[in-house]
């Protein structure tokens, strides 16, 4: 894409300037970076890029915006901490677009989160048409989410719920003491109800099938709540003779019917355990009054265009844009008085701004998505194109927008599209902050902050503030070799697959009775544009097929911890492998879902090094003296880590009118650990100086350990040698947590036939630290094993043995494969959108 440059001088007239920046790993960094123009923040992973762009510049342009806010109305930002700079002059408002996930709550949807739904009801509301002699509803009648608009059945929810004698005792074979009713808790619980029904003359030592029926059904459905003393370990004729004898119970117990303690649960626990623990004993079914549509009657009898809202939400956004069109064109409105002028007039305004709305949202490549999607189901980089599209509309002059790698998850083709849409934003006189790896992305900037030289420790610099050209004598950047060289691939010669894994009549999302062949000892990549079917194939269908097979359980879940109620069904797989399982005794699949919800969840306790520092620890001479084991050198045990702030290393400080914030553990200064147990060390360090170590770092310090530095080598090796061995798992990306776990997994003896699935592992990688990750990958397959990528990096796919394309396009018009072969074969493909990118990268 041909762009006017602009000099250095002009840029400059108006710009940001940084002094003393030293957020992270920043060493003191000062840097001019203009306004009114697309800058982009580069270096490897880790470098520094984003305490820059995000912890620094961004953090502290919310500040200056929240102190103008009344302190009230401070509690309801998520505030960012104060970055740790002297000063910055000239710093607009600013937007962060970073890589998250959207609300848990699977309430939150593609039209909410692009606030499309807001227009649709307005339209069903004043333009719709209703039913001869029904009254006008207001828009919030048309949302789920409101008292208004949800379904008097099933509240909004779309389905209802209950249990069922079968769902509460699985096996009626087992008498109650066995634990027949599986609904009741295993502990003590369970046992109490059991010990109640003993006092109130039930059998509890016959099988339940053999129980008279109206016992059952009481058990199961009362209402009741008896209260009765309660004998534990005595059985039925003992309590009895007890209660003659008057012998005082150990306690007076309340009986609680099995559904009425499983709806109860449900309702009021606040344990995420416990509440799925009791959803999988309530069966649920589509509301019979709203077919799962989840409105009441009178709002889905409104109908445009001849559907109810309800349909419209799950048409593909491409097809609503085609739908709106004819109604956006004020030539094509009806004319006349008995034609509603008004209404007329309505409909062709709200037509015309969901139609400007769509055209952005299409544009970007996300065309495919329906506005029901719920957020949770969207991938982090679908979530920012979404947010994107809804500030290229928002008409806002003289913002700074920070985006956190916008190109993540990005076909090439869709990538062309996400530049037009920032070029768009900055046209409209706001400056562009973005942190990328993308090649493309970072030829397109007007300006470059290339940080680095390398990460962790080792980066924290600004190597280069200025016009792209200027990047080229940079001798130090890493950035730099890849942008200004063709960096063509050899099409070296392909593995030989050992044996081929055929699926067929796969049906997932838009995936169609698909037959499809895998490879299988070689290094597959599946491509294609976003929303083309990639992961249902692959991530989804493939995985779960393959772990029914291997008689293993494939977990699919989300990562958020959503409510069991909310959460739609997993729509079943279609399809059976038909050929090809010999070859495969294991499957890992390496995701990006987080390695531990809490911060004393950390790469050194996921990866097991963690356990080996401890036991060096516990072996030094002072650790024998004072009888320490290894458990006293955790921050999870008791007699090892601080009392007062329990291991956390922080503590919670209320303040009035504002959030709360975390401060250092004022005890242990957030070591985490008490005095004494500080006191030991190996080599000069305590356990708090380990834990506080890069992996870098780590690996020259434990030099003479050839286990832990075999460990600490792989993590480098897969690029992640910046990252702390104590840095909290809720700190990690996704990429991260990925690569933590390909680490992990590196760390164990090959035994050749396993088939390794990754979706995107590029995800977050500066292309430097993708040949780092390529060489790990290929050793797999070396070994004898099978790996298949989800992927868009042109230099991953040309490296590959295999390539299978997916398209056309995306969503419906998707689900097809397209080409598949060796990637010189793929790029010959006329049918094909990757091709002409794949042909690029070879020579």
Same mark, same amino acid.
């Given at each position: 894409?041909?762009?006017?440059?602009? &000099?250095?001088?002009?840029?400059?007239?108006?710009?940001?300037?940084?002094?003393?920046?030293?957020?992270?790993?920043?060493?003191?960094?000062?840097?001019?970076?203009?306004?009114?123009?697309?800058?982009?923040?580069?270096?490897?992973?880790?470098?520094?890029?984003?305490? =820059?762009?995000?912890?620094?510049?961004?953090?502290?342009?919310?500040?200056?915006?929240?102190?103008?806010?009344?302190?009230?109305?401070?509690?309801?930002?998520?505030?960012?901490?104060?970055?740790?700079?002297?000063?910055?002059?000239?710093?607009?408002?600013?937007?962060?677009?970073?890589?998250? @996930?959207?609300?848990?709550?699977?309430?939150?949807?593609?039209?909410?989160?692009?606030?499309?739904?807001?227009?649709?009801?307005?339209?069903?509301?004043?333009?719709?048409?209703?039913?001869?002699?029904?009254?006008?509803?207001?828009?919030?009648?048309?949302?789920?989410? &409101?008292?208004?608009?949800?379904?008097?059945?099933?509240?909004?929810?779309?389905?209802?719920?209950?249990?069922?004698?079968?769902?509460?005792?699985?096996?009626?074979?087992?008498t109650i003491r066995e634990r027949a009713i599986a609904a009741w808790p295993t502990a003590w619980g369970g046992q109490n109800q059991r010990d109640i029904l003993t006092t109130m003359g039930y059998d509890v030592d016959i099988p339940w099938k053999d129980l008279p029926a109206d016992t059952r059904t009481w058990i199961l459905f009362t209402e009741e709540q008896p209260v009765v003393p309660v004998y534990p370990g005595l059985d039925k004729d003992q309590v009895k003779k007890a209660i003659k004898a008057k012998q005082p119970p150990d306690y007076m117990g309340t009986f609680t019917g099995v559904k009425r303690y499983v709806m109860q649960t449900f309702a009021t626990t606040q344990s995420q355990l416990m509440k799925k623990?009791?959803?999988?004993?309530?069966?649920?079914?589509?509301?019979?009054?709203?077919?799962?549509?989840?409105?009441?009657?009178?709002?889905?009898?409104?109908?445009?265009?001849?559907?109810?809202?309800?349909?419209?939400?799950?048409?593909?956004?491409?097809?609503?844009?085609?739908?709106?069109?004819?109604?956006?064109?004020?030539?094509?409105?009806?004319?006349?008085?008995?034609?509603?002028?008004?209404?007329?007039?309505?409909?062709?305004?709200?037509?015309?701004?969901?139609?400007?709305?769509?055209?952005?949202?299409?544009?970007?490549?996300?065309?495919? =998505?329906?506005?029901?999607?719920?957020?949770?189901?969207?991938?982090?980089?679908?979530?920012?194109?979404?947010?994107?599209?809804?500030?290229?509309?928002?008409?806002?002059?003289?913002?700074?927008?920070?985006?956190?790698?916008?190109?993540?998850?990005?076909?090439?083709?869709?990538?062309?599209?996400?530049?037009?849409?920032?070029?768009?934003?900055?046209?409209?006189?706001?400056?562009?902050?973005?942190?990328?790896?993308?090649?493309?992305?970072?030829?397109? /900037?007007?300006?470059?902050?290339?940080?680095?030289?390398?990460?962790?420790?080792?980066?924290?610099?600004?190597?280069?503030?200025?016009?792209?050209?200027?990047?080229?004598?940079?001798?130090?950047?890493?950035?730099?070799?890849?942008?200004?060289?063709?960096?063509?691939?050899?099409?070296?010669?392909?593995?030989?697959?050992?044996?081929?894994?055929?699926?067929?009549?796969?049906?997932?999302?838009?995936?169609?009775?698909?037959?499809?062949?895998?490879?299988?000892?070689?290094?597959?990549?599946?491509?294609?544009?976003?929303?083309?079917?990639?992961?249902?194939?692959?991530?989804?269908?493939?995985?779960?097929?393959?772990?029914?097979?291997?008689?293993?359980?494939?977990?699919?879940?989300?990562?958020?911890?959503?409510?069991?109620?909310?959460?739609?069904?997993?729509?079943?797989?279609?399809?059976?492998?038909?050929?090809? =399982?010999?070859?495969?005794?294991?499957?890992?699949?390496?995701?990006?879902?987080?390695?531990?919800?809490?911060?004393?969840?950390?790469?050194?306790?996921?990866?097991?090094?963690?356990?080996?520092?401890?036991?060096?620890?516990?072996?030094?001479?002072?650790?024998?003296?004072?009888?320490?084991?290894?458990?006293?050198?955790?921050?999870?045990?008791?007699?090892?880590?601080?009392?007062?702030?329990?291991?956390?290393?922080?503590?919670?400080?209320?303040?009035?009118?504002?959030?709360?914030?975390?401060?250092?553990?004022?005890?242990?200064?957030? &070591?985490?650990?008490?005095?004494?147990?500080?006191?030991?060390?190996?080599?000069?360090?305590?356990?708090?100086?380990? =834990?506080?170590?890069?992996?870098?770092?780590?690996?020259?310090?434990?030099?003479?350990?050839?286990?832990?530095?075999?460990?600490?080598?792989?993590?480098?090796?897969?690029?992640?040698?910046?990252?702390?061995?104590?840095?909290?798992?809720?700190?990690?990306?996704?990429?991260?947590?990925?690569?933590?776990?390909?680490?992990?997994?590196?760390?164990?003896?090959?035994?050749?036939?396993?088939?390794?699935?990754?979706?995107?592992?590029?995800?977050?990688?500066?292309?430097?630290?993708?040949?780092?990750?390529?060489?790990?990958?290929?050793?797999?397959?070396?070994?004898?094993?099978?790996?298949?990528?989800?992927?868009?990096?042109?230099?991953?796919?040309? /490296?590959?043995?295999?390539?299978?394309?997916?398209?056309?396009?995306?969503?419906?018009?998707?689900?097809?494969?397209?080409?598949?072969?060796?990637?010189?074969?793929?790029?010959?493909?006329?049918?094909?959108?990757?091709?002409?990118?794949?042909?690029? @990268?070879?020579?």
């Amino acid at each position: 894409m041909q762009k006017d440059r602009h &000099t250095e001088k002009e840029y400059l007239e108006q710009f940001v300037r940084v002094k003393g920046a030293r957020e992270h790993n920043l060493k003191n960094v000062s840097v001019d970076i203009p306004r009114n123009a697309l800058v982009v923040f580069t270096g490897v992973s880790g470098s520094g890029k984003s305490s =820059l762009a995000f912890g620094t510049l961004y953090a502290e342009a919310q500040r200056r915006y929240l102190e103008s806010v009344s302190p009230y109305a401070r509690r309801l930002f998520n505030q960012m901490s104060v970055p740790e700079v002297d000063d910055i002059e000239g710093l607009p408002p600013a937007v962060a677009l970073q890589q998250q @996930r959207g609300g848990v709550s699977t309430l939150s949807s593609v039209g909410s989160v692009t606030t499309l739904s807001n227009l649709l009801r307005m339209l069903y509301s004043r333009a719709g048409d209703y039913p001869e002699g029904q009254s006008i509803l207001y828009a919030e009648s048309f949302s789920p989410n &409101t008292p208004d608009g949800a379904c008097p059945e099933c509240h909004g929810l779309g389905r209802v719920y209950e249990v069922t004698e079968q769902s509460m005792v699985p096996n009626p074979d087992l008498t109650i003491r066995e634990r027949a009713i599986a609904a009741w808790p295993t502990a003590w619980g369970g046992q109490n109800q059991r010990d109640i029904l003993t006092t109130m003359g039930y059998d509890v030592d016959i099988p339940w099938k053999d129980l008279p029926a109206d016992t059952r059904t009481w058990i199961l459905f009362t209402e009741e709540q008896p209260v009765v003393p309660v004998y534990p370990g005595l059985d039925k004729d003992q309590v009895k003779k007890a209660i003659k004898a008057k012998q005082p119970p150990d306690y007076m117990g309340t009986f609680t019917g099995v559904k009425r303690y499983v709806m109860q649960t449900f309702a009021t626990t606040q344990s995420q355990l416990m509440k799925k623990r009791v959803a999988q004993y309530m069966l649920s079914a589509a509301c019979p009054l709203c077919q799962g549509k989840r409105l009441k009657p009178e709002s889905l009898s409104v109908k445009f265009a001849g559907l109810d809202i309800a349909e419209m939400a799950r048409e593909p956004l491409a097809r609503l844009a085609d739908l709106f069109r004819p109604f956006a064109a004020p030539q094509n409105q009806p004319e006349g008085t008995d034609a509603q002028p008004e209404k007329a007039l309505v409909k062709q305004r709200i037509a015309e701004d969901l139609v400007a709305r769509l055209n952005v949202i299409l544009d970007l490549g996300l065309g495919y =998505l329906t506005l029901e999607r719920s957020t949770p189901t969207l991938s982090p980089g679908e979530l920012q194109r979404l947010r994107l599209a809804t500030q290229v509309r928002s008409n806002l002059f003289g913002v700074v927008y920070v985006l956190d790698e916008p190109s993540a998850g990005l076909h090439p083709a869709d990538t062309e599209a996400l530049l037009r849409a920032l070029d768009r934003l900055k046209a409209a006189g706001n400056s562009l902050f973005v942190v990328e790896h993308e090649i493309d992305v970072i030829r397109h /900037a007007d300006w470059i902050v290339d940080v680095g030289p390398a990460a962790g420790e080792n980066g924290g610099q600004v190597l280069y503030s200025g016009l792209p050209e200027g990047l080229k004598s940079v001798k130090e950047s890493v950035t730099r070799r890849y942008v200004y060289s063709e960096h063509r691939i050899e099409a070296e010669p392909v593995r030989e697959p050992k044996g081929w894994l055929q699926l067929q009549g796969v049906s997932r999302n838009n995936l169609n009775n698909l037959e499809v062949t895998f490879p299988l000892g070689v290094f597959t990549s599946v491509t294609g544009i976003s929303g083309s079917g990639k992961s249902s194939l692959v991530s989804q269908v493939m995985v779960e097929l393959v772990a029914k097979s291997l008689g293993v359980k494939a977990d699919l879940s989300a990562e958020e911890e959503t409510d069991p109620l909310e959460t739609t069904p997993a729509p079943v797989t279609g399809g059976h492998i038909t050929s090809g =399982l010999e070859l495969i005794k294991r499957m890992v699949v390496v995701d990006q879902k987080p390695i531990g919800r809490t911060p004393r969840s950390n790469l050194a306790t996921y990866t097991g090094l963690f356990d080996q520092m401890r036991k060096l620890f516990a072996a030094t001479p002072m650790a024998k003296a004072r009888k320490y084991d290894a458990g006293r050198f955790s921050f999870n045990v008791a007699k090892g880590r601080c009392l007062h702030c329990e291991g956390e290393g922080f503590v919670m400080v209320e303040l009035l009118f504002l959030p709360s914030v975390y401060a250092p553990c004022p005890t242990c200064q957030g &070591t985490r650990y008490n005095a004494k147990t500080l006191e030991v060390t190996y080599g000069d360090k305590n356990i708090a100086d380990i =834990l506080a170590m890069t992996v870098d770092e780590a690996y020259e310090f434990f030099a003479e350990e050839p286990l832990l530095g075999r460990s600490l080598d792989v993590i480098r090796q897969v690029g992640l040698g910046y990252l702390r061995l104590g840095q909290p798992a809720t700190e990690l990306s996704g990429g991260e947590a990925q690569r933590i776990k390909l680490a992990t997994e590196l760390q164990r003896t090959q035994h050749g036939n396993t088939l390794y699935i990754l979706d995107e592992p590029t995800t977050g990688l500066h292309p430097a630290d993708v040949e780092k990750l390529m060489i790990q990958l290929q050793g797999l397959v070396d070994a004898g094993n099978t790996v298949i990528v989800v992927e868009h990096d042109m230099d991953v796919i040309a /490296a590959s043995d295999f390539v299978i394309d997916m398209g056309p396009d995306a969503g419906q018009e998707g689900g097809r494969i397209v080409a598949s072969g060796t990637p010189a074969s793929v790029s010959t493909s006329k049918y094909s959108k990757t091709a002409p990118y794949l042909k690029k @990268r070879l020579k």
